[in-house]
């Protein structure tokens, strides 16, 4: 296995860095770097690039490279893990989906700029890994209040669609959406996976997070870390059996419900509710109004067997237009039953 040299650092066999990426200065004087961790296996294999926390308020993914990361035995790896577990440190500090600084959404931003917004100039450090790496893991979603857990994986033609798919189910999660986006689709570009797209590699994206305490017995941490070694199996990185669960379902219909008014949230569905599903007209919010403490807005669940894949599941305060649910149809989804 020869050294690989990844973002200009070279990595021997069997060895594992940490580095930072020099960004630039803010206004207060302090610098700016993007971390980076590149683990080198003993033989040689593709290059599998892990990014999180491009959104400050998405910490989940975090955890999940933290733990894949102590865990891979460099002795079984064949090829090169790089992570990026913070791509945007400023977002981070500040717990804010966007940049504080300049107030830009990272995740529209990609490939970036060296020479624009501050954003921008974070998002072109990170993207440049792509043009080094094989394929694209990138952790999205869970605010505060809220919890997250399928995979979303772009509907493109050809192979590298196909390839697409074939690692989004082998990721291992329940659900997987490959269809249209909430809105019109020039709103939803410039994200890392379509940048990582354009260059004909493929990329999926981990929407797996939370805010909020989940039940003792719903963990969505392990499955995506177990995720993260079921893709490396799946690339011949790592030896040993993919491990899926027994249903899994292409969703092709996916509402995202927002509330018409602001005011205080009361879900009627709570956590436990992540990956279930009631029937159509279900009642699964209501909106108080904190004046009057009147409900001026129910929330009903718009599918006929309605999947919650994002859920708001606490009494939180809420703006019209704020992420409150996204949704799926079980009932028109492609059914996959694994042995």
Excluded at 13 to 39: C, D, M, N, Q, W
Excluded at 143 to 152: D, E, P, S, T
């Amino acid at each position: 296995m020869p050294n690989v040299t990844i973002a200009g650092f070279t990595v021997k066999p069997k060895e594992r860095i940490y580095r930072e990426i020099p960004v630039t200065t803010l206004a207060s004087g302090l610098s700016v770097s993007i971390p980076i961790h590149i683990l080198n296996g003993s033989k040689e294999g593709p290059v599998l690039f892990l990014n999180a926390l491009s959104h400050g308020d998405g910490t989940t993914g975090f955890e999940c490279i933290r733990r894949t990361l102590q865990r891979v035995d460099l002795e079984k790896l064949s090829g090169t893990i790089v992570a990026i577990p913070c791509a945007n440190p400023v977002g981070f500090e500040w717990g804010q989906r966007n940049t504080p600084v300049d107030s830009n959404n990272m995740n529209r931003m990609y490939p970036g700029n060296p020479n624009g917004w501050f954003t921008e100039q974070c998002a072109f450090v990170v993207s440049s890994i792509c043009k080094d790496a094989d394929c694209l893991i990138d952790w999205h979603g869970g605010g505060y209040g809220m919890a997250i857990n399928y995979v979303l994986i772009k509907h493109i033609e050809g192979r590298l669609g196909e390839l697409v798919k074939e690692i989004g189910f082998a990721y291992g999660l329940t659900y997987v959406y490959d269809g249209a986006p909430a809105g019109p689709a020039a709103a939803y570009a410039g994200t890392l996976d379509d940048y990582m797209l354009s260059l004909g590699k493929p990329a999926i994206v981990a929407e797996v997070g939370t805010g909020m305490n989940l039940p003792d017995d719903m963990d969505i941490i392990e499955p995506s870390v177990r995720g993260n070694f079921n893709v490396m199996k799946k690339m011949g990185m790592y030896p040993g059996e993919i491990e899926l669960p027994h249903d899994q379902y292409l969703c092709v219909e996916r509402p995202l419900t927002r509330p018409k008014n602001g005011g205080m949230f009361y879900p009627k569905c709570g956590p436990e509710m992540l990956n279930k599903s009631v029937p159509k007209g279900t009642v699964i919010a209501q909106i108080v109004n904190p004046f009057t403490m009147e409900v001026i807005e129910e929330m009903k669940a718009p599918c006929d067997e309605t999947v919650f894949l994002m859920l708001r599941g606490t009494m939180t305060k809420v703006h019209p237009g704020d992420y409150a649910y996204i949704m799926a149809n079980k009932s028109n989804a492609r059914h996959i039953v694994n042995d």
